[in-house]
């Protein structure tokens, strides 16, 4: 019998949806710094996927480790089993098919599979330049599953067609999947108002859950591409009772997914918050 | 008889790094960057570089500023969750930097066959993403002259000059890794020329203990700095984190032209021994340090 939480927040709720993703012998990869992929790959270290294999870093199956805002490489490293190149990780995991997970976010993406990191506008005349894809563009084929996350479910984001394709799922159904040498698995998104998931080309994203208290209207009406909705739809699982206490205690006490949900004029005081209690950790006031 | 020195100071840069230069700059994310050879670059006034990086921050984003380089290829620009890179933004939408953006695993197998002295090598790279089109000159799409089946050429990467940061060296250029290596070895391998800084260097016998962390040859390696720190406000694990207070700091000053001049005029137009001084001194560097020591395991 599950105790489930009746408090919890949008972000723990997204990091244990996004830490069932994981299955246990999974090879999970971290990419840059994102607290809340991190903590949820954690998260199912420490439950239900201890045999998952995690890169993080140069660092290969490093012991699971407590996050903080200053420390996951550092911990990732002296925890590690084994060290790497990003040249030796592509070889035995990329471009072999072989990783299962490595959540990604993006500026834009579309009902077609395609993300943006690029740029909002004119490629060569940008309204905004982002960061540029690093490894998305890529994992995102060639890993068993494109798992993303967005903290913020709205047209601005789910676009029908995004300005850039800076990366693309490209071979989405299960059998061309296979054709092209790569593992079939889903597309499936996890925001902050639901899930939703594509596994054929020509077919829609499909709502696969909505979040506990969110209408099914409010999710339609922030994203920018159609939706297939099934009835009726249904509701996200919500953390446990055991799951937050763990984020909030082990994985995370020191607050680092909230920080994506800040709005930017309060992150810095955030970030500022976070470092002080860092500082107090380590016997410096 | 004793074997050949390859240690110098940062200011030997210049005999290497010459105006206009293609330079490789190693590090990932905020790790490892070599940032004390980023701030001589500036220091010494060299123009007209063209920068290769694979997924960069502060480091990219300080030439940038400084008017260093005349062209980027990246795949990744961004001070994560500092947020997006200052002047990187400001250079491109505003004054037009010409650049090169490329998947981040492109530029690594593109070093690599820079470093075998091959024109290209294929892979089953990003079929689909607009990259490919907008850049002819680093993708092309080949046939496989076995199978027929359609793949990714990506175009060799062939740096004048790699920098990057690591653990220790000895005196002859035999460099061990213990962090954060990125696509720093492929790199060196690729580069005409390589400088490394590194935290310490040790004697031979020394290196010669654990001879499984040596990750680059010394026949690879042409200039070696001494640079405690030298990675700074990037981090160099195992030893120390990056430095989010000075990354905060930058992102304040960085946020226009005006205060960024202010910046290199306080951080980065001194003798380095000043700038361990400008940003906090030894209290700064022990605190990262035990930052770096004091991690928590879960199981």
Redesign the interface.
Known sequence: MKHYADDYSVGELMCVTLSKEIEDGDVVLLG??T?LAYASY?LAK?THAPNITLLA??AVDP????LS???A???A???AAL?????ED?NSV??KGRGDVEAISSIQADQYG?INL?VVGE?DK??????????A??VI??HRKMIGYFTSHSKMTFVPKVD?????R?VIDPEDRIK??YRPGPIRYITNLAVIAKEKKDKPFKIESVHPGVKVEDVINNTGFELEVPAPVKETEKPTKDEVKLIRE??DPYGTIA?DFKPGKER?GY??SI?QK??E??G?A | MPTESKVGKLSDITKIIKNGDKIAIGGAWLGNHPMAIIRQIIRSGIKDLTAITVVSSIDIDMLIGAGCLKRLMFSFVSMEAFGLAPNFRRAIEKEGLPYDEITGLAVIIGLEAGGRNVPFLPYRGPFGSDLVKQRPEFYKVIKCPFTGEDLIAAAAITPDVAIIHATRADHAGTIQMEGTSATDIEMMRAAKKRIVSVEEIVSTEEIRRSPAKSKVPRFQVDLVIEAPLGAHPTSCVPQYVFDPWHMMKYMEMAATPDTFKQYLNDFVMKPEWEYLEAIGGMKQASILRRLAREVKFLD
């Open positions: 840059s710094f607290p954690i420490i870093y140069a012991r699971p480790f407590q805002f200053t420390r490489e550092a911990a490293t002296r925890g060290l790497w190149t990003m040249l592509l990329h471009l395609n690029s490629y940008p309204k905004l330049r982002g960061p540029g894809g690093a490894g563009p890529e084929k060639m850039f394709i800076t990366g693309t490209y092209s040498g082990q994985v920080f810095l970030l500022k470092l860092e500082l950790s380590i410096y």
